[in-house]
């Protein structure tokens, strides 16, 4: 099967296996897992941060960062579309009481505009405190789309001057930053909080870390615990992430190039009406008859090709390090033959 669903569905290489295999491991709740130190420490130090915290997934690591950056009755500015608010179970009102202002913004994005529209008065009982501004870079249901960094700066800006924190949601923070070129450091500088995520396309299998500075990481690892995420020997799959951002960062634009072979295949099929531009290794695409979306995905499934269902017409492929040159060629094929 040539699985296009998520970059989540990949399975760690040989050498990543051995390099699993061969980790250090102590009891992490302990701070004595020298792998899990590791990979905090060198995540930390690539994008300038003071510290970060190894966590079980992407959902747990946003979780915990609004958990400490709001309180309940508070109010976080997202995208109507961004993961912390429609992928994440309903999280940031169960876990932190908080509620959200959600803002609507071209592919996912949101800008400086935007949030300066929202933002409540503080002075005025009536409204929520605004408390967080939360931006998602690459956007997931954007279609994969990359900020405009001098947007980011704007954003940055704004909330310094109305005493916000701002958290970045990076699960595919990478593929973004392949994309804009932009100083790890840089880009890390802009935020108070960041999440990224180790089993998307870097490949890893498990986990996700939070960054942030050491004051914010030390109150994180007593969220982290409440919410059940203390890990014993972790470094057995913190190794997986460590391997995964060392060797699997610069291949990020072999999935780029496939998403664009992808989007040209589609953008030539009679039967799609639209496909997001590609931006990263992510491929959103509308079909011309809604009615006809499961129809769409089994004939794919027919071809040995596996598609997610993504609302209303449309139709999500990503490409990731499991997927080949000769995989892309097969799709592409595919989608032509498909009338
Ligand atoms: C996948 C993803 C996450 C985290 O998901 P987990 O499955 O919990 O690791 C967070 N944000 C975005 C945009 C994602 O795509």
Known sequence: ?????????????????????????????FEEDPTVNELQDYAASLFGKESALYCSSGTQ????????????????????????????????????????RTVSGDRGRITVDEIENWINPENDVHYPLTQLVSIEDTANRGGGAVYDFNEIVRIRAFCNKMNLPLHLDGARVFNALTENQIDYKTYGKQFDSISICLSKGLGAPVGSLLLGDNDFINRAKRVRKVFGGGMRQAGIIAAGGLFA???????????????????????????????????????????????????????????????????????????????????????????????
Request: hydrophobic letters at 35%; glycine letters at 6%.
């Open 245 to 339: 951002l060392k060797n699997n960062v610069n291949r990020l634009t072999i999935d780029h190039q496939h998403a664009k072979q992808l989007e040209k295949a589609l953008n030539a099929s009679s039967l799609i009406k639209d496909v997001i531009p590609v931006e990263t290794n992510i491929v959103v695409f509308e079909l011309n008859d809604h009615k006809r979306t499961n129809e769409y995905i089994s004939a794919l499934e027919n071809h040995g090709i596996l598609a997610l269902t993504f609302g209303k017409g449309m139709i999500r492929m990503v490409t990731h390090l499991d997927i080949d040159q000769s995989a892309i060629h097969k799709t592409c094929e595919c989608i032509h033959s498909i009338v």
């Open 61 to 100: 690591t946003n979780q915990i960062a609004i958990n400490l950056h709001v309180n309940p009755g508070g109010e976080v500015i997202c995208h109507k579309d961004s993961h912390v608010f429609k992928y994440e179970g309903g999280g940031i009102a169960k876990n932190s009481g908080a509620s959200t």
């Open 1 to 29: 099967m040539i699985d296009l669903r998520s970059d989540t569905v990949t399975k760690p290489e040989k050498k990543m296996l051995d390099y699993m295999f061969q980790a250090k491991l102590g009891d992490d709740v």
